[in-house]
């Protein structure tokens, strides 16, 4: 059934990447991926270390550019946009490493991202930017900081405005890179909690989540896709995958 | 209805500048430079004020560039050329009014940044340096080449100063508040641009492009709105310089031009707008009087005296001269804001700590 409407072009993922393969030089560093994430869904990528899951990130969100293969967003192919066009259309990403706008204070560092245009035509009637990115910061628990230039403020905290910042611009889907990365288990918690609520506020969003945090991410999503050497290897619910073979294999070694 | 507008727009003003140390500090350094020609100095004097005005505007419009935006350019002298040349070209082959040159070289100086920049632009860091350093040379070779219409190495001269009208006694003053008064216009036009919004983006551009292009922001476009602000406000201070020295030449393009923004930027602190133009004017002051009349040593020591200073400065004293006094007075200001609020404790500790 789901075949024959495949064809007809009756369903339509939010996301969808097809046969997405990525070189460099010799080695293979996305293999052949092909998955896709749906409205309101909140899947997470999981795998070793080099599994190629930030590569796949940079192929989403348009920093680098694939050998071959599609990635689709609402239907359509968004390959060779350059990056910020692709957060206009409604993609947005945090990064790995935080990237904090060092000389703006951390409010500001939201403004940034209520100026692009998106960000901007997103700004509720009768609210200005800062009231707006005050929103936004009142979401992941920043208020307090706002006025701090964004140098003096800890890594737990730049890993939230990473995602205020991301959030400003209310995207369709939301690509988080390790948002537990360096967080100590309360930050942790906060943050699980904080990604909830974002879920919760807007139910069509779909969310992708790298983590390396399996415990953290496992009771956030609903989907999981194992990566291994930059190829799918399994796909399915939290369940599923804590009792699949091959991933006990590529995580704990052959017996 | 007037006496209210005024009432608000007193307040505004108390709020916005009185109650502002560093601000107000500006505005009385600006007032005095209004009304310094009662002291009736020489004529050369207050040409070199008026030289001093112009090369504020010329170091400002490079730190918004470069300190706030992060476009390293060391070829800024290629817009003061523009201007310079593109003034004295208009007025001499086509007979433009002087007011009509200057104004249409300014715009022309905006366009050519927007050209150029469309390619230089995509160059990152040192190499971005390297192109926009290159820029000014090309120039000079253009202004060679073309001997008939740029004057060669002669230059052009001859064309009218900016008040033909007025007594020559009376020029020189009224060429001085013309540029003192260009000079707080493009200054605060300069300092609410680097702080607007637009000012926001710019310096998310200077701390990280990829985080401001993950941000949703055209990036590209950020960059060549910020070089061809700066190069408008660049272009426009060379056509009015070419007037005051009744003369356009190919000193105007030289490495010595491109080195006076980033010597004043560096002095005044990078990224401040208003600290390369307090630095600017010492710097003409220090150049053109100090070591011409009172201790006069040879033209040929004044730049190396000044990059040795620059080297001492980035060294020792980086944030530079305005954030040193901006600084001072916060402090100032912030032990004043503790007697207001009262607790006698911390002034206790303050006294124990000096």
């Known amino acids: 059934m789901e075949e024959i409407q495949k064809e007809e072009g009756l369903t339509m ?73 692709i957060v206009n259309i409604g993609i947005a990403r945090t990064f790995q490493v935080v990237r904090p706008f060092r000389h703006l204070p951390v409010i500001a560092n939201v403004i940034v991202s209520l100026k692009s245009p998106r960000g901007n035509r997103k700004i509720e009637w009768l609210k200005t930017p800062e009231r707006k990115a005050l929103d936004m910061l009142e979401d992941v628990g920043l208020t307090e900081l706002m006025l701090e230039p964004a140098e003096n403020v800890g890594h737990g905290d730049l890993k939230r405005l990473e995602m205020a910042r991301a959030l400003a611009t209310e995207p369709d889907v939301l690509l988080l890179d390790e948002p537990f990365g360096g967080l100590n288990p309360l930050e942790t918690d906060f943050l699980m909690k904080s990604i909830q609520r974002v879920h919760l506020d807007e139910p069509t969003r779909g969310i992708v989540i790298v983590e390396h945090k399996l415990y953290a991410l496992m009771r956030i999503v609903k989907k999981v896709i194992v990566f291994h050497f930059g190829a799918k290897i399994a796909e399915g619910t939290p369940e599923e995958i804590a009792k699949n073979k091959k991933v006990i294999e590529v995580y704990m070694g052959k017996e | 209805m007037v006496a209210t507008y005024l009432r608000r727009a007193y307040t505004s003003f108390l709020a916005h500048v009185v109650d502002i140390p560093p601000r107000l500090l500006a505005l009385l350094l600006f007032l005095i430079l209004l009304v310094f020609p009662v002291t009736n100095p020489k004529f050369s004097f207050m040409l070199l004020l008026s030289l001093a005005n112009l090369s504020a505007i010329f170091s400002a419009s490079w730190d918004l560039q470069v300190g706030r935006t992060g476009l390293m350019s060391l070829g800024h002298a290629l817009f003061f050329g523009i201007g310079g040349y593109g003034a004295a070209m208009l007025i001499v082959f086509w007979g433009f009014p002087a007011w009509a040159a200057i104004a249409s070289s300014a715009l022309i100086g905006a366009l050519v940044a927007l050209a150029i920049g469309y390619p230089c632009l995509r160059v990152k860091g040192p190499y971005l340096s390297l192109v926009t350093m290159a820029l000014p040379l090309i120039a000079t070779g253009v202004v060679f080449y073309f001997k008939d219409v740029t004057g060669g190495e002669r230059g052009l001269f001859g064309f009218p100063r900016l008040f033909p009208f007025l007594p020559y006694a009376q020029q020189f003053l009224a060429e001085y508040y013309f540029t003192l008064l260009l000079l707080f216009a493009c200054g605060i036009a300069l300092y609410k641009t680097a702080n607007s919004g637009t000012g926001i983006v710019f ?152």
Not at chain 1, 18 to 28: A, D, I, S, W, Y
Not at chain 1, 29 to 48: K, M, R, T, W
Not at chain 1, 79 to 85: A, E, R, T
Not at chain 2, 254 to 262: D, V
């Open chain 2, 203 to 354: 310096i998310s551009i200077l701390d990280d492009e990829v985080a401001s292009k993950a941000c949703g922001i055209n990036t590209t476009r950020y960059k060549l709105t910020s070089f061809s602000i700066s190069a408008f406000f660049a272009t426009l201070a060379g056509a009015v310089w070419v007037h005051l020295l009744s003369a356009a030449n190919i000193s105007l393009l030289t490495l010595t031009t491109s080195f006076l923004p980033i010597i004043a930027t560096i002095w005044g602190g990078i990224g401040t707008i208003y600290g390369p133009i307090a630095a600017a004017y010492i710097l003409q002051i220090v150049d053109r009087y100090v070591l011409n009349e009172v201790f006069p040593i040879e033209t040929h020591w004044h730049m190396i005296i000044f990059l040795v200073v620059v080297i001492i400065v980035i060294i020792f004293w980086g944030r530079g001269l305005a954030r040193f006094v901006t600084d001072k007075l916060d402090d100032l200001t912030e032990e004043r804001n503790l007697d207001e609020r009262g607790p006698h404790i911390w002034k206790k500790y303050k006294k124990k700590k000096a």
């Open chain 1, 13 to 85: 993922h939010l996301l969808e990447v097809e046969n997405l393969t990525k070189r460099f030089g010799g080695l293979v560093a996305v293999d052949n991926v092909s998955f896709h994430v749906d409205e309101g869904e909140v899947v997470g990528l999981i795998g070793p270390n080099g599994a190629g899951k930030t590569t796949l990130f940079n192929l989403i969100s348009g920093f680098i550019k694939p050998d071959s293969g599609t990635v689709k967003f609402k239907g359509k192919n968004i390959i060779g946009l350059p990056p910020h066009k």
